[in-house]
């Protein structure tokens, strides 16, 4: 993902839940932005709304080989 398809968002914090997401990060040895990415996209794909990363990378090459 490049970083033009990025959007920004704000999400509020309180101090508890601050915290927990910088202690999760660091036991994941990812920077809280990150980590928060990681437990949305988790979510999304749980919920049905988002296909496993792996299987977007498995349909991108099946699409870019049926263009060839």
């Known amino acids: ?3 033009s398809s ?5 999400i509020r914090l309180d101090g508890a839940e601050r915290s927990a997401l910088a202690e999760l ?3 994941e040895m990812r920077e809280p932005r ?3 990415r990681y437990i949305l996209r988790r979510e999304l794909e ?3 709304l988002l ?3 792996d299987q ?3 349909q ?3 699409e870019q080989e049926a263009a060839r």
């Open 1 to 3: 993902m490049t970083s």
């Open 6 to 10: 990025l959007r920004r968002i704000v």
């Open 25 to 27: 990060a660091e036991r």
């Open 34 to 36: 990150d980590q928060v």
């Open 46 to 48: 749980r919920c049905g």
């Open 51 to 53: 296909r496993p990363a």
């Open 56 to 58: 977007q990378d498995i």
């Open 60 to 62: 991108v090459q099946a």
